[in-house]
Every structure is written in structure tokens, then in C-alpha cells.
């Protein structure tokens, strides 16, 4: 997969492309402060799309977007490695 992003004046818009089928997952992207301290999230289930495009709402600007890729919110098993991007 490959994640990058985009400021946005209500935040950030995350963007993720995905490279096998993924239908039926969660798609998360996390945006973090400086201090690693969680500042908002977003998610999205997927349907085998190839890109995905997360509106992450913050007024704080943060240093870092996490993206990870579950079987589900409740089971919370990867299906692959998170990705990270700093901004």
C-alpha cells in the first residue's frame, strides 16, 4: 500500500492506495502529535477499491498519519504492516 496526504482547512485528507483485494476489511488512518499522542481518527470499510480517500477533522496540526488495514473494529487483527507518513 502506499499512503500519502493533503492539508485541508478542517484538517487532512488521507490517502491510500491499496495493492490486493481488499474487501471486507477496516481501513484506519490515525493522525498523531508531536509527542505521539493520538489527536483524531478516521476509518472506512472497504469494498475492493484500489484508492481510499479518509477525511481526518482536527483543528491541531499533527506530525504524523498512521494507517492500518484490520479484519474488523472489534476483532483488530492486521491484514498487513501499518503504514506511516510524517507531515
Request: net charge negative; glycine share 6%; hydrophobic share 35%.
Amino acid at each position: 500500500k502506499s499512503v500519502s496526504s493533503d492539508k485541508t482547512q478542517s484538517g487532512y485528507d488521507v490517502i491510500v492506495d491499496l495493492t490486493k483485494s481488499t474487501e471486507n476489511y477496516v481501513l484506519i488512518a490515525a493522525l498523531y502529535d508531536e509527542k505521539g499522542n493520538l489527536i483524531s481518527a478516521e476509518s472506512a470499510d472497504t469494498d475492493g477499491e484500489a484508492q481510499y480517500v479518509l477525511n481526518i477533522q482536527s483543528e491541531k496540526a499533527g506530525k504524523s498519519i498512521k494507517v492500518f488495514l484490520w479484519n474488523s473494529i472489534s476483532d483488530i487483527m492486521p491484514i498487513c504492516e501499518s503504514g506511516e507518513i510524517y507531515i
